[in-house]
């Protein structure tokens, strides 16, 4: 069975960074693409940054250039890197696996965390 737990959220001034980190049991780490997400309140789980199977990464539009995504294969951790953190940041992030269909990478949605509360001040 799939687990999936976010961790290192809370409050930041803007301008401030973050530093999340996400653990997957039950999967082969390393073969798997994965993603961060968020839900800011009243609206959807957006993803944001994601990492293919071979560690190539892609960002939304709205981090890019202040969000860095990178896995550690060693200890299976994700991590997310949030810089000069936003108002607009502030959202429950989460992380979850990405299937890969052979031309686009998909989320694999049939299990979340818990999530980690990001709060920015400004």
């Known amino acids: 069975q799939v687990q999936l737990v976010e961790s290192g959220g809370g409050l930041v001034r803007e301008g401030g960074s973050l530093r999340l980190h996400c653990t997957i049991s039950g999967i082969d780490f390393s073969r798997w693409g994965l993603g961060w997400y968020r839900q800011a309140p009243g609206k959807h789980r957006e993803v944001i940054a994601a990492l293919s199977h071979g560690d190539t990464a892609a960002y939304a539009e709205s981090v890019k250039d202040r969000f860095r995504i990178s896995r550690d294969h060693d200890t299976k951790i994700l991590y997310l890197q949030i810089n000069r953190a936003k108002p607009e940041d502030t959202a429950v992030y989460y992380c979850?696996?990405?299937?890969?269909?052979?031309?686009?990478?998909?989320?694999?949605?049939?299990?979340w965390g818990q999530g980690t509360q990001v709060t920015v001040l400004s």
């Open positions: 979850n696996r990405r299937g890969f269909s052979g031309t686009e990478y998909y989320t694999i949605d049939d299990s």
